[in-house]
Nanobody
Framework: EVQLVESGGGLVQAGGSLRLSCAAS????????IGWFRQAPGKEREGVSS????????YYADSVKGRFTISSDNGKNTVYLQMNSLKPEDTAVYYC?????????????????????????WGQGTQVTVSS
């Protein structure tokens, strides 16, 4: 069974940092993409960043480029999202999810973020609150 569990959220002042963790089980990361999404109150869920286990490609939303970094520890089956220079507009519930990177679609980290209906294994989310 595919399972993803997020952790690491919290309350931080603007300019601060947090590191989110997504612990994965039930599948092989080598042929999957793991992504981070967020949803603020009253807004749609949006893709933040993703990492392909197949080709190690990454994707970052324009709003987080240069501030967030996605990485993985394959030995721990965990993907991290290091968030620096946080802004109040980063406040949201952050979720991780996964999608296959192999046949037949051979999705890339970037392309996969536009196909949110294909993602699964959604975790319960972790709240990130950035105060001004």
């Amino acid at each position: 069974e595919v399972q993803l569990v997020e952790s690491g959220g919290g309350l931080v002042q603007a300019g601060g940092s947090l590191r989110l963790s997504c612990a994965a089980s039930g599948f092989t990361f080598d042929d999957h993409i793991i992504g981070w999404f967020r949803q603020a109150p009253g807004k749609e869920r949006e893709g933040v960043s993703s990492l392909s286990g197949r080709d190690r490609g990454t994707y970052y939303a324009d709003s987080v480029k240069g501030r967030f970094t996605i990485s993985s520890d394959n030995g721990k089956n965990t993907v991290y999202l290091q968030m620096n220079s946080l802004k109040p507009e980063d406040t949201a519930v952050y979720y991780c999810a996964t999608v296959g990177a192999g046949p037949p679609r051979y999705l890339t980290a970037a392309h996969s973020m536009s196909l949110i209906r294909l993602w699964g294994g959604w975790g319960q989310g972790t709240q990130v609150t950035v105060s001004s």
